[in-house]
């Protein structure tokens, strides 16, 4: 929506396609009873109309999803975007012709345009995914999964409830789905550190001193390392004393004004140190402890596979408390793997779970499913996907070389899921509108990412990533939980504020690593 406001402004014709019936994208789909945004509302917004940013008034700390979606809504009519958008039409097909040197685009609804440039605002967390256990189509009950809720609310009143995955979508819908069901299982594979929203409505006089300086504010954000500006820290976790560590777990646990990443900024070295992240885990276990009745369900919630942090922290309400209820249970399908769904439920290695309805939270393919779900074909009919066989490849995962005018917002390669979203969604389309006006400046008419700049910035992505403790954990960022999804960490990890300096470093520096004909 960013892109076709600013494009537009420059006096470009821009079309954008749709998937949905509606706008919004995440905050279309993921309508789920619990969802709403783990970052702060002042926080996590769009950035270019200062007076929209005066007029709009966000209610609560993290605003739940139908209100992000109202937002969106508002948006879009506000800049009067919605004529150039066309919905229920998802894009198939783009490809290069090389002597028109324009991009060929085609949609599921027979479309067939053409343009000079295409930006792929896809998404980073946009492809569902199922699990990979057969009988689906056999079970009887009904199914969903949260990134394909379904308009109308769904009744689990009375109902059996069983709930796959414990990331950020389930820690969210399992509280919700709780407080209706007679019965709810919840099958985990990997417990999640879930730390407490401490949701609350918006301090009023919050929310006026930062739409009093929200320039300030959204620039801290900008030259931040998550989007989100915090102190910066000095000191080593392992420097400072049990007691004074704790203390100040403490009150991120507890604050109202928490942040999950409050855990991680405090000290210099959590995602690069594991001795000094295990005493945040610690802390975290410790919490779980003491909040989880049964002492059996609670070492099952305490993860310790992976850092915190490592996968990104969930942020709940009365999750862990959820599983005092009683007719809460928690299956751990590590132990007792989900062999298949039967036409009434759910069987494991070791017993059928009889189920009215499945909520599937098993998370999506991220950063390049909803890229390879596009047949993409840059020169010579090179497919994306083949390029990406072994791993995506990108030049400061906005462009790819071989395929000339094409951008990735918030692409591999970028700090995207790593970040506060709306700043990195901020940065990729400024950056791209600048690098258009460059092109018309010098009267170019394409830009290309040089083989040389995308092996580099590959193997620079890389190399941040072994610095810290993310390459630990099994998670999406890494693809682990596609099955045969090449082992490559996907986002950048060198932070918003480092990256937006190299960014803006290449486009002064002539589009260092680009090639401009
Ligand atoms: P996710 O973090 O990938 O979690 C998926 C869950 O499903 C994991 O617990 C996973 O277990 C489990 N799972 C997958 N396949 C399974 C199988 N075959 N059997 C059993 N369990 C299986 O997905 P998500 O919760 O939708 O969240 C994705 C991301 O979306 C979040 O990290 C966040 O960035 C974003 N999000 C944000 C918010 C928010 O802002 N508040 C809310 C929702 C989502 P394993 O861990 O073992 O793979």
């Known amino acids: 929506m960013y892109a076709l406001h600013k494009l537009r402004g420059m006096g470009l014709t821009v079309q954008v396609f749709e998937t949905g019936d509606g706008v919004g994208g995440t905050w279309y789909w993921n309508r789920y ?7 702060k509302s002042m926080e996590y917004n769009l950035p270019f109309d200062p007076d929209l940013d005066q007029d709009w008034e966000w209610t609560e700390k993290y605003p739940p999803q139908e209100e992000l979606r109202r937002y969106l809504d508002h948006v879009a009519d506000r800049l009067d975007l919605r004529r150039d958008i066309r919905l229920t039409t998802r894009v198939t097909e783009a490809v290069y012709a090389e002597p028109a040197q324009r991009w060929l685009v085609r949609t599921n609804r027979g479309d067939e345009v053409t343009a000079q440039y295409v930006i792929m605002a896809t998404g980073c967390l946009s492809a569902a995914k199922l699990p990979e256990v057969p009988g689906l189509e056999s079970y009887t009950g009904r199914w969903y999964h949260t990134g394909h809720w379904p308009e ?13 995955g414990t990331g950020s979508s389930g820690v969210h819908v399992i509280p919700l789905i709780a407080q209706q069901a007679a019965a709810l299982t919840v099958f985990q594979r990997t417990p999640n550190f879930v730390v407490p929203a401490n949701n609350h409505p918006i301090d009023p006089e919050h929310q006026r001193s930062v739409k009093a300086d929200y320039v300030r504010f959204r620039q801290a954000n900008r030259e931040s390392a998550f989007g989100t500006a915090f102190p910066p820290a000095t000191r080593s976790a392992l420097d400072v004393s049990d007691e004074e560590r704790t203390a100040y777990f403490a009150r991120n646990w507890h604050s109202p004004d928490n942040h999950p990443a409050g855990l991680l900024v405090g000290y210099t070295d959590m995602i690069t140190n594991k001795e000094a992240n295990d005493t945040v885990a610690q802390y975290v276990r410790d919490r779980i402890a003491d909040i989880v009745d049964d002492p059996a369900v609670a070492a099952a919630l305490q993860p310790v ?20 209820l009683p007719h809460v249970s928690l299956v751990d399908v590590r132990t007792t793997p989900i062999a298949e769904i039967t036409p009434s439920g759910i069987r494991t290695s070791e017993q059928e779970y009889a189920l009215d309805t499945i909520v599937f939270a098993t998370g999506f393919d991220a950063m ?12 010579g009919g090179m497919a994306l996907g083949e390029k990406w066989a072994d791993g995506p490849r990108t030049y400061l995962g906005i ?72 390459p630990t954990a099994d998670s999406y960022y890494l693809g682990a939980n596609v099955p045969g999804k090449p082992r490559v960490f996907l986002p950048y990890a060198g932070g918003v504020g480092l990256y937006r300096k190299t960014c803006d470093e290449v486009a002064a520096n002539d589009y260092h690593g680009f090639a401009l004909g």
Not at 152 to 164: I, L, S, T
Not at 312 to 322: F, K, L, Q, W
Not at 368 to 379: E, F, H, N, V
Not at 411 to 425: C, D, E, Q, R, T
């Open 33 to 39: 009873p619990g969802a709403r945004v783990d970052v």
């Open 152 to 164: 109308e609310p769904v009744d689990f009143a009375g109902k059996r409830v069983g709930v796959v």
């Open 305 to 324: 596979d992976h850092p915190f942090g490592t996968k990104r922290p969930c942020v709940g309400t009365d999750y862990y408390e959820t599983y005092n």
């Open 368 to 379: 390049t499913g909803a890229l390879s779900r596009i047949d993409i074909r840059g020169r």
């Open 399 to 470: 462009a790819v070389a071989g395929f000339p005018n094409l951008f990735t917002i918030t692409g591999p390669g970028s700090p995207s899921v790593l970040s506060n979203m709306a700043v990195s969604i901020e940065q990729h389309v400024e950056w791209v509108a600048d690098a258009l006006v460059a092109l018309r400046e010098r009267g170019a008419s394409t830009i290309e990412a040089t083989v040389e700049a995308e092996d580099a910035w590959t193997q620079h992505v890389d190399e941040v990533s072994r610095m810290t403790l993310y």
